[in-house]
């Protein structure tokens, strides 16, 4: 079946899985429907490049059985000799995976409570082919106009689409979820004395309307613009500025640190350190799965549990972790709503929108009272941090700043340390809260940070 199933046959069909799962022994069950479309038009120079659009959808049973013994299975056919298959398949893996104490499938049958979370754009449907197109053309133009350098425009981009899931177990739980999204982003080459720099930008949104691609454009040129024939600058110890995408890059790879999961498994460096101060006082960071418009925000998570606002740092203190229902049973505690999972995957803890609390003042303020620092506006070799030992050495972009006044481009150049001192080295976190998909990133003041040039 090509295209969306009407919401009675889905739910249908899931009543029935569960139902066979009971009676081919296991002791509770859920099913995880999904379906969705995507829409992606991209120009390369000008010229058509992809122009691509897909329709997909599945069905998961997971079940459980006695002694916590867990299987799942997936299809993305729905004929009843398919769906019976699918029982026999989640009952077969269970019988041959490990007994786990902790197991759990779903709490009950609270349903979502009608909170309009504001995940769906009424409009998107209208969105035409042709719109789509002179998106990527107005951003092309965009692109050249912005600035003499720009020898290149790689690529223009815009991708759209919607998507729905069902989620039903067997202690009453049923409930649908349904949301839209639509991104644009530029890829640009800019040249000057023998100098290129490729860079870009790109925004995404629940909303098509709220998207401004000549805006994006012209950052995506002003970004790649700034580190344009960057050098070292001297080794030493020195302030250092992340914008709000290199923020936002930071606080994503450092997400997993709170995640009860990797607590459980002494897979961060955080384990047994709650209600202790592990950041500066100018630091708190928060995971709100209801937050009106995130991109990661829905009314309940992957096993049903209602999606909540978790602070992880207040000032510097620890004060929660991030639960789905099995490290949550493990760790004696009660779910966060944290739960995420795919087609043909197991629930697993994970963050939903993460984002640091902005402070008061503006990025200028900040720089002015620096007086001098590195503004950086690239990070590589995030996903090399040590979770446990929280060792780092990573390679930055971006500028030499006096004040609000730029001094030169900046490349080559690395930042070492630890982790742990970098949370407590946070002096300022600014007002300038920006969202880049489901992570949120400010203007970051770091203290006496370890710089070197290669």
């Avoid at 197991?103 to 009950?108: S, T, V």
């Avoid at 101060?277 to 829905?298: E, F, Q, T, W």
């Avoid at 982790?419 to 946070?426: E, G, H, I, K, P």
Wanted: glycine share 12%.
């Amino acid at each position: 079946m090509m295209g969306p199933m009407k919401s009675d046959q889905v739910e249908s069909f899931c009543g029935w899985l569960l139902e066979k799962a009971l009676q081919g022994g296991a002791v509770d069950a859920d099913v995880f429907y999904s379906e969705g479309e995507s829409r992606h038009i991209s120009l390369r120079e000008g010229l058509p490049e992809e122009d691509a659009n897909g329709f997909g959808h599945s069905v998961t049973l997971r079940l459980l059985m006695e002694g916590g013994r867990q299987g799942l299975a997936t299809v993305n056919r729905f004929d009843r000799a398919d769906l019976s298959e699918l029982v026999k398949w989640s009952l077969a893996n269970a019988a041959v995976s490990e007994p786990d104490p902790f197991a759990e499938i779903g709490e009950g049958p609270k349903l979502p409570d009608g909170e309009d979370l504001r995940l769906e754009d009424p409009d998107l449907k209208a969105l035409t082919h042709e719109q789509r197109t002179r998106a990527c053309l107005e951003m092309t133009e965009a692109a050249r106009g912005a600035d003499k350098r720009v020898v290149s425009v790689r690529s223009a981009s815009w991708s759209d689409g919607w998507g729905a899931i069902f989620l039903a177990n067997t202690r009453g739980f049923h409930a649908w979820q349904r949301g839209t999204s639509a991104s644009c982003g530029v890829t640009v080459v800019l040249q000057e004395k023998g100098s290129y720099e490729m860079g870009g930008f790109g925004e995404d949104s629940r909303f098509a309307g709220t998207l401004d691609p000549i805006a994006v454009a012209r950052q995506a040129v002003r970004k790649t613009g700034m580190i344009l024939g960057g050098t070292p600058v001297e080794t030493g110890r020195m302030t250092v500025f992340l914008d709000p995408e290199s923020c936002a890059d930071f606080v994503d790879a450092i997400g997993d640190l709170f995640l009860a999961p990797n607590i459980l498994r002494n897979k961060s460096l955080l384990k047994g350190k709650l209600g202790t101060a592990v950041a500066s006082a100018a630091l708190s960071l928060v995971d709100d799965g209801r937050l009106p418009g995130g991109m990661a925000s829905s009314p309940f998570d992957g096993e049903g549990i209602r999606t909540r606002r978790t602070s992880l740092l207040s000032s510097g203190v620890l004060e929660n972790y991030l639960y789905d229902l099995r490290s949550a049973r493990e760790s004696g505690v009660s779910s966060t709503g944290n739960a995420v999972r795919g087609n043909g995957t197991a629930p697993d803890a994970g963050c939903s929108n993460l984002f640091p609390v902005p402070g008061e003042k503006d990025p200028g303020t900040l720089y002015v009272e620096a007086g001098r620092g590195l503004l950086v506006t690239e990070i590589m070799g995030l996903h090399t941090i040590n979770p446990v030992s929280g060792d780092f050495s990573l390679g930055v972009k971006g500028i030499l700043m006096e004040g609000v006044a730029p001094v030169r481009p900046v490349a080559e150049v690395t930042v070492a340390g630890n982790l742990a001192d970098w949370l407590r080295q946070v002096h300022a976190v600014g007002s300038d809260l920006h969202f880049f998909g489901g992570t949120g990133g400010c203007t970051m003041v770091i203290n006496d940070v370890a710089v070197a040039g290669s």
